[in-house]
């Protein structure tokens, strides 16, 4: 059992959680993810590893509520436990070399992005980040990428907060006033991804983007996160999360992660009515 020893709202449907995991946390790196379950008998999901502190022995998780595991996880308190909490698992981003890279984060993807703007900085790159929200009310962790990046902004859909439009409107202006980016990192809902690697592909900037499709037991045995990069299949849980986005076919990563929304909706809206009797 894995005990929860701070839990934080970051917006409404957003939470942080840290927990104490310490042999993960021991080995936990930028980039890798974890596979928990709530309970003994709940499914496994994977969340990326948002932050860790060796010494305390935690480990930082950032989730999104969209589906009947992260409500059930939601529903956990503060000093509650959670039944496994598998990893660190994945390949850690890549960042030895880099000098100057541009980070592009988009809703709770910017979760992904922040140990790696974190990691970069601390290694001495210059960072310029760029994260995106639907609007002011789902914005996060701005102060941390303000202190993890040289160079930040931060856009809205609707202008409520920071610039109004979407993230790859920054990223070419930033490339077209002559800003040399070694690579730029970009991480956040697929579209945006595909969008983005559009964007940089032109002026042959590397790009890598982090995958994170339908995934089970998150050591390449079930096969559920494959994705074809450069023609062939690969397997997100083993060689990624992270992949070169010149190369992943996006179409068809999209079309298999919608596959689910119908029962991801049907456990949501079931889980609803139950907690909504237990209340009355």
């Known amino acids: ?42 499914e496994r ?57 541009c980070i592009v984060g ?13 990691k970069l900085h601390e290694q001495g790159a210059e960072v310029h980040s760029i994260i995106g929200f639907r609007n002011k009310d789902l914005l996060i962790l701005e102060e941390e990428f303000k202190a993890a990046s040289n160079k930040l902004t931060v856009m809205t859909d609707d202008g409520s907060y920071g610039r109004q439009g979407v993230v790859t409107v920054p990223l070419k202006e930033a490339i077209e006033s002559g800003e040399h980016y070694d ?17 940089t592909k032109p002026y042959n ?20 996160c494959r994705l074809t990069v450069g023609g062939k299949t690969r397997f997100a849980c083993v060689d990624g999360p992270d992949f070169n986005g010149f190369e992943v076919d996006f179409d068809e990563a999209m079309a298999r992660s919608s596959m689910y929304a119908d029962f991801e909706k049907r456990e949501r809206e079931g889980l609803c009515n139950l907690f909504k009797k237990e209340a009355d």
């Open 1 to 42: 059992m894995y005990k929860i020893i701070t839990k934080r709202e970051l917006n409404p449907t957003v939470t942080m959680m840290d927990i104490y995991a310490p042999l993960v946390a021991k080995k936990a790196q930028a980039g890798q993810f974890i596979i928990l379950r709530v309970d003994s008998d709940g």
């Open 45 to 101: 999901i994977p969340l990326t590893v948002a932050g860790y502190d060796r010494e305390k022995g935690t480990v930082e998780i950032i989730f999104q509520i969209v589906g009947g595991t992260t409500m059930r996880l939601n529903q956990k308190n503060e000093g509650e436990f959670i039944a496994d909490f598998v990893g660190p698992l994945g390949c850690a981003t890549k960042t030895e070399g880099l000098k100057k890279v």
């Open 106 to 118: 988009g809703g709770v993807g910017c979760a992904i992005a922040l140990p790696v703007a974190r």
């Open 183 to 199: 690579e730029v990192i970009a991480i956040g809902p697929l579209i945006m991804m595909k969008c983005v690697v559009a964007t």
């Open 205 to 224: 900037i590397p790009t890598t983007v982090s995958m994170n499709p339908i995934m089970i037991d998150g050591t390449g045995m079930c096969g559920g």
